[in-house]
């Protein structure tokens, strides 16, 4: 395993632990301890606030890997209807739970791990591609004749 992606891990456990109201850094470093603590909470905050169906639509697929784990760990099962989109996940937990727990960690995993995937993609780029990685440049459109809709604007291979 890279060293990169060994310390991604720790870090994702140390946001486990942190949330799971780590007191010391022998608790942060007990990943195990950690989740057995939120799972106690969620199951005295579901007597206290009952489940409800939660619908969550994320904008990704990472994202939604992300919360469907997040959900798998603490005993939730996570399910979608038929026809909904693959980017929303529902589940039915304790709005307390969601609100206190689950949604901050998942906000700061999936943000860590964005940013894990942001750098490894530019680095990448870089080395693989074109070392110039800055944005396309923003230009005024050019003025439009004829019929909105038609033209060389329309994507890849359209014919003008």
Same mark, same amino acid.
């Given at each position: 395993m890279p060293v990169d992606?060994? &310390?991604l891990i720790d870090k994702l456990r140390l946001v486990e632990a942190l949330h799971a109201g780590a007191a010391t850094a022998g608790e942060r470093d007990a990943a195990e301890s950690a989740r057995q603590r939120?799972? !106690?909470r969620l199951r005295s905050t579901e007597r206290a606030d009952p489940p409800l169906e939660f619908k969550f639509t994320?904008?990704?697929r990472w994202s939604r890997k992300v919360l469907v784990a997040l959900? &798998? &760990?603490?005993?939730? !099962?996570?399910?979608r209807y038929r026809r909904q989109r693959h980017t929303t996940v529902m589940a039915k937990v304790s709005r307390r739970f969601v609100n206190e727990t689950l949604w901050p960690e998942f906000d700061e995993?999936? !943000?860590t791990l964005r940013t894990y995937l942001d750098d490894v993609t530019e680095r990448v780029i870089a080395?693989?591609?074109h070392e110039d990685r800055s944005e396309a440049e923003v230009m005024d459109a050019p003025r439009r004749v004829g019929r909105p809709g038609f033209g060389a604007d329309r994507g890849p291979g359209a014919a003008s």
């Open positions: 992606e060994a &310390r939120i799972l !106690r994320l904008g990704d959900l &798998r &760990r603490y005993g939730i !099962r996570p399910y995993i999936s !943000r080395e693989a591609i």
